[in-house]
C-alpha cells in the first residue's frame, strides 16, 4: 500500500498497537519466529497468548514491516550536516541562527538552524495571507470546542495563528554535534506521540482537527538512533502526524504546507485580493 493507504486505516487500527509489539521484540530471532506465526495462522503470539486477528490486519501488518524497512534510506539522504542546514539560513534569509546554550561548555554548542528556517518560512506565508503567527510560544496551546478544553501537555515551537484555537502547531527535533544521539531522541518521539495522540482524542470528542506537524534535522545525531527515527514514521502513518519534515524537505515542503493549510483556514493571499479589486 502507498504512504496515503496506510493513514486511512486510522489512527486507532490495532495495527499500530501490533507494530509498537514487534518493535519492542529485542532479538531478530524473536522477530522472525513472530512474523513467521502471523503469516502462517494469522495471529500475533504475544508470549504465550495468540492473539486472533480479523479480517486484513496480519497480511497488512506483514506488508507495513516490509514498507517500513524502505524509508530509512530517502531520509538518511535527507538529513543535513550542521553546516549545510547554516548555509541555508545564510544564503536564503542572510542570517545565522541562534546558539543553544548549555551549561556545560564541553558540549557541543548546536545552533538552532531548523527552527530559524521554519520561522522565517513561516512568517513570510503568514504575511501573504495576513495571517498572525506565534513562532516562539511560551505557554501551551488551548482550544475549546463544544464545551470542551484541550491544553497541550507541554509548550510548542509554534503556532498559526496564535496560542488559543491554532489550526496548525509544530514541533522541532533537531540536534547537532558530531556525537552520537542518546535518550533524547527516543524522549522527542514520545513527546510528539504524546500530543498527537491528545489531540487526536480531542478531534473524536469535538470533530475538530488540528494540524499537527513534526521537523527532524541532524545527520550525525539521527542516524545514530535510525530506531527512533522510523518511529516518527510511524506516527505519521499512524495519523498522529499530520506532516513529517525531515532534513532538506523543509527548504521545499514546509511552506507550501503552510500556505495550504492557512488557504482551508484564513483570508485569501493579499496578491490574490489586490488582483480582484475593480479598478
Not at 149 to 174: C, M, Q, S, Y
Not at 260 to 277: D, E, N, Y
Amino acid at each position: 500500500m502507498t504512504t496515503a493507504n496506510w493513514r486511512r486505516l486510522g489512527w486507532e487500527s490495532p495495527i499500530w498497537e501490533l507494530v509498537r509489539y514487534y518493535l519492542s521484540i529485542t532479538t531478530n530471532e524473536e522477530r522472525g519466529a513472530f512474523v513467521k506465526v502471523l503469516k502462517a495462522e494469522s495471529v500475533a503470539k504475544v508470549g504465550k497468548v495468540k492473539l486472533a486477528l480479523e479480517g486484513e490486519v496480519a497480511s497488512q501488518l506483514v506488508e507495513y514491516l516490509d514498507f517500513r524497512r524502505t524509508l530509512w534510506d530517502a531520509a538518511e539522504r535527507l538529513l543535513r550536516t550542521e553546516d549545510e542546514a547554516k548555509a541555508y539560513c545564510q544564503k536564503n534569509f542572510n542570517e545565522l541562527p541562534k546558539t543553544s546554550q548549555t551549561q556545560n561548555q564541553e558540549h557541543h554548542q548546536s545552533s538552532k538552524a531548523m527552527v530559524l528556517t521554519t520561522t522565517r518560512l513561516s512568517e513570510a506565508a503568514c504575511r501573504e495571507f495576513g495571517m498572525a503567527i506565534e513562532p516562539s510560544p511560551q505557554r501551551r496551546c488551548v482550544w475549546v470546542a463544544g464545551q470542551r478544553l484541550h491544553v497541550t501537555a507541554r509548550n510548542l515551537d509554534g503556532a498559526i495563528p496564535g496560542l488559543v484555537d491554532p489550526f496548525l502547531v509544530w514541533e522541532i527535533k533537531e540536534y547537532w554535534g558530531m556525537t552520537s544521539g542518546g535518550s533524547k531522541m527516543s524522549d522527542a518521539v514520545y513527546e510528539c506521540a504524546l500530543v498527537g495522540r491528545e489531540l487526536r482524542d480531542f478531534e473524536k470528542r469535538t470533530k475538530l482537527h488540528v494540524e499537527h506537524a513534526v521537523l527532524l534535522d541532524g545527520k550525525a545525531q539521527w542516524t545514530s538512533r535510525k530506531s527512533d527515527l522510523l518511529r516518527f514514521y510511524d506516527l505519521y502513518h499512524q495519523g498522529l502526524i499530520d506532516l513529517l519534515i525531515v532534513g532538506r524537505e523543509v527548504e521545499t515542503v514546509w511552506q507550501p504546507f503552510v500556505k495550504s493549510v492557512i488557504g482551508k483556514h484564513g483570508p485569501t493571499p493579499r496578491s490574490l485580493r489586490i488582483a480582484k479589486t475593480p479598478k
